[in-house]
């Protein structure tokens, strides 16, 4: 995208997301695409980044892992595998390792169904795969600390086995000196040292002449001496020797292993691009999530639909400090491609005017922007700005003379690809003559078929604005009663500039009020004294409009509240009459189900059987339970009916009523946990706690 000056990206800010977007990147690729963010103009381009950092912020709010968690920088290791000859370390080996881990974690992530929901995340590894021969190499040779295993070649360890002995025996012997010293008390310390990569013991220094060995040296003080005993120098020269060649192996064995991974170098470079990549993404995602950008439609001709778009910057910063942000809402189509916005100075008119420009630049960059998911935005091939005072000193130029060189080169260059800022356009030469080139700028900006928003407080612009195809006003909100700005934007109609008004407000004396508006031209002051009152007088009827939505809204609610209701009765009615036509209970269906299995049953035994008869005895017991099941339930219904259960304290005398075949008798004896019921003539032993105390019911009697 070319854009106009050279500044632009700093006038509107650009850089300062950058800066954010960098903050929010954790590996030194990841910040470095950040620090390189370009505007792109190809719209595949443009959606797939959008889609990603889409994707990427779907993930952080569903709290679903992604595993690009490694952030090393590792371009000395993989530099290293592209020179000849060159060695690894065991930790730079790991580091590598845990770069193919990582890429192996996020190949796993993408299973079928995640390949489809996150495509655009699945884009950026598409092209590559993960080569479990690197971990191989590197797990053949090295073991999960990074140290060289003893195993990884036969000489290795052979000479650690050696080393092993070796350093055994040495210790041995240094336990029998330590202990002859300690017995003489010539020891300054009783643990051993080791200096210059001999093993050493403290002795006091008025008796280093009377053990015999090597002196390697002497503390600060000069009271304790270093001394390598004789018995002692040749086990030291064996080990040492043996550690020579163990580096040796040591250092073979990694340049060999060095040189297998070399040929994977490609794969790998790929591997850390990737993480890189994705970094970038996720740093898109949270400032995303911080300044709540969203993912637009995009569309492939030039267009502006912002629906409820924040300044971003403006935003983060009235949120730190509990400030409300006024969103805007701008479109500029084929028909009406320039919006000229007036209003009173400090009514958020250059605010407006660079939301829409950072938002652009931040689409066309690939971030999500802080709008409504249903803005429409086109991608544009070039943008123009001209905000504030941009006189050149270098050129000595005036503020009119370098507004109209800009001008200039807008005229000359804009196309229907083009969205250009102007920020009080006509200003800083006389009112009616500058106001004349303006309108000659804004005609031919508008035969150009360029898009673009113009700032200004001239009368005559706000009067072309009807009358030129392609042009259309807006203006500022401003409360007339307390002399602050709303910072809405309205479109269709031109706005004041309140100039009286504020003075007034003020306390400016009457008469110097007076005589300015005798100086104004007539209809110059009818006119903006008209806008004025029309302003005004639009604010009521959007108040009057507010409350009358409010009240639609509230109408609306207690209809669908009488629905749900209605609807809840209509269906309880349904469910009641339901229940009323269906006799058969879900224990009978049970039963049938139950009977219907075992008539099938002794169906398929009677055809098997010898003994018919006593099949069809079993299947007469079966068919004739129900029956003796619906007697037993009539009897508890009666005794139900006659019956009343007043307790479960049961003494001898009482009439109980036994729980588990529901039976009434007389309690004639407890025995500890027992109890014997009289039932008729037939004494019945049962449990205590099966008991419960009844009395008759009294018998209702009619009057």
């Given at each position: 995208m070319k854009y106009f000056p050279e500044s632009a990206l700093m006038q509107l800010e650009f850089d300062k997301v950058q800066a954010l977007l960098q903050e929010?990147?954790?590996?030194?690729?990841?910040?470095?695409?950040?620090?390189?963010?370009?505007?792109?103009?190809?719209?595949?381009?443009?959606?797939?980044?959008?889609?990603?950092?889409?994707?990427?912020?779907?993930?952080?709010?569903?709290?679903?892992?992604?595993?690009?968690?490694?952030?090393?920088?590792?371009?000395?290791?993989?530099?290293?595998?592209?020179?000849?000859?060159?060695?690894?370390?065991?930790?730079?080996?790991?580091?590598?390792?845990?770069?193919?881990?990582?890429?192996?974690?996020?190949?796993?992530?993408?299973?079928?169904?995640?390949?489809?929901?996150?495509?655009?995340?699945?884009?950026?590894?598409?092209?590559?795969?993960?080569?479990?021969?690197?971990?191989?190499?590197?797990?053949?040779?090295?073991?999960?600390?990074?140290?060289?295993?003893?195993?990884?070649?036969?000489?290795?360890?052979?000479?650690?086995?050696?080393?092993?002995?070796?350093?055994?025996?040495?210790?041995?012997?240094?336990?029998?000196i330590l202990q002859k010293l300690q017995k003489l008390n010539y020891l300054a310390d009783q643990e051993e040292a080791f200096l210059n990569g001999r093993r050493v013991v403290a002795i006091y220094a008025e008796n280093k002449r009377m053990v015999k060995g090597i002196i390697h040296g002497e503390s600060d003080t000069r009271k304790t001496a270093f001394l390598e005993p004789d018995e002692t120098i040749e086990l030291n020269n064996d080990i040492q020797s043996l550690e020579r060649e163990e580096g040796r192996e040591v250092y073979r064995i990694?340049?060999?292993?060095?040189?297998?991974?070399?040929?994977?170098?490609?794969?790998?470079?790929?591997?850390?691009?990737?993480?890189?990549?994705?970094?970038?993404?996720?740093?898109?995602?949270?400032?995303?999530?911080?300044?709540?950008?969203?993912?637009p439609t995009l569309v492939p001709h030039?267009?502006?639909?912002?629906?409820?778009?924040?300044?971003?910057?403006?935003?983060?910063?009235?949120?730190?400090?509990?400030?409300?942000?006024?969103p805007v809402n701008i479109s500029l189509d084929k028909d009406a491609h320039i919006l000229v916005i007036s209003g009173p100075n400090a009514g958020g008119k250059t605010v407006t005017l660079k939301t829409v420009g950072l938002i652009q630049l931040m689409l066309q960059s690939g971030l999500l922007v802080p709008v409504h998911p249903s803005s429409q935005l086109g991608i544009f091939k070039q943008l123009m700005i001209h905000i504030g005072d941009t006189q050149s000193l270098e050129f000595e130029l005036s503020t009119y003379s370098s507004h109209l060189k800009n001008m200039k080169y807008f005229m000359e260059n804009a196309n229907g690809r083009t969205l250009f800022f102007i920020d009080e356009l006509g200003s800083g030469s006389d009112p009616n003559l500058g106001g004349a080139f303006a309108e000659v700028i804004m005609e031919e900006l508008a035969k150009k078929h360029a898009f673009g928003i113009v700032t200004t407080h001239y009368l005559n612009l706000k009067v072309m604005a009807n009358k030129v195809r392609g042009i259309i006003n807006g203006a500022m909100g401003f409360d007339e009663q307390t002399l602050m700005p709303m910072y809405k934007l309205m479109i269709g109609k031109p706005g004041s500039s309140y100039t009286f008004s504020?003075?007034?407000?003020?306390?400016?004396?009457?008469?110097?009020?007076?005589?300015?508006?005798?100086?104004v031209d007539e209809g110059h002051f009818q006119l903006d004294k008209l806008l004025n009152k029309a302003e005004q007088d639009l604010q009521?009827?959007?108040?009057?409009?507010?409350?009358?939505q409010k009240l639609l809204k509230e109408n609306e609610r207690l209809k669908k509240e009488y629905e749900v209701l209605a609807d809840k009765e209509r269906k309880h009615q349904q469910i009641t009459f339901m229940k009323l036509q269906n006799q058969i209970k879900e224990n009978d269906l049970q039963y049938l189900k139950d009977m219907e299995r075992k008539l099938k049953q002794i169906v398929a035994e009677w055809k098997r059987a010898d003994d018919k008869e006593k099949v069809m005895k079993q299947a007469e017991i079966?068919?004739?339970?129900?029956?003796?099941?619906?007697?037993?339930?009539?009897?508890?219904?009666?005794?139900?009916?006659?019956?009343?259960?007043?307790?479960?304290?049961?003494?001898?005398?009482?009439?109980?009523?036994?729980?588990?075949?529901?039976?009434?008798?007389?309690?004639?004896?407890?025995?500890?946990?027992?109890?014997?019921?009289?039932?008729?003539?037939?004494?019945?032993?049962?449990?205590l706690s099966d008991l419960v105390v009844v009395q008759e019911k009294p018998k209702e009697t009619v009057d």
């Open positions: 929010h990147c954790k590996t030194e690729l990841g910040k470095q695409m950040a620090a390189d963010l370009r505007l792109h103009t190809h719209i595949d381009y443009v959606r797939t980044a959008l889609q990603q950092a889409h994707e990427y912020k779907q993930l952080v709010l569903l709290q679903e892992h992604f595993p690009n968690d490694f952030i090393l920088n590792l371009k000395t290791e993989l530099r290293l595998l592209s020179i000849q000859g060159a060695v690894l370390t065991g930790e730079q080996a790991m580091a590598l390792r845990k770069l193919t881990e990582s890429m192996h974690s996020i190949v796993r992530f993408f299973d079928h169904d995640r390949r489809i929901t996150y495509s655009g995340l699945y884009e950026v590894i598409k092209e590559t795969h993960y080569e479990k021969k690197i971990t191989a190499i590197i797990d053949e040779v090295l073991d999960e600390t990074g140290q060289v295993r003893d195993n990884a070649s036969k000489e290795l360890q052979s000479i650690r086995v050696s080393l092993f002995r070796k350093r055994t025996e040495l210790r041995r012997v240094f336990d029998r990694l340049r060999a292993m060095t040189a297998s991974l070399s040929s994977y170098s490609g794969l790998l470079n790929s591997y850390h691009e990737i993480l890189g990549v994705y970094d970038f993404i996720r740093g898109k995602a949270k400032l995303a999530l911080d300044m709540d950008g969203n993912y030039a267009q502006l639909h912002l629906v409820q778009a924040y300044h971003p910057l403006l935003l983060l910063y009235n949120r730190k400090n509990s400030k409300p942000t006024i504020i003075a007034e407000r003020i306390g400016l004396q009457p008469s110097l009020i007076a005589r300015a508006k005798k100086l009521k009827v959007e108040s009057k409009e507010k409350e009358l079966l068919l004739f339970r129900r029956r003796e099941k619906q007697q037993n339930e009539q009897i508890n219904r009666k005794i139900q009916d006659k019956f009343e259960e007043v307790g479960r304290q049961c003494q001898v005398g009482d009439q109980v009523k036994i729980l588990s075949n529901r039976q009434v008798g007389r309690l004639i004896e407890i025995r500890d946990k027992r109890a014997i019921v009289q039932l008729g003539n037939i004494p019945i032993n049962v449990k």
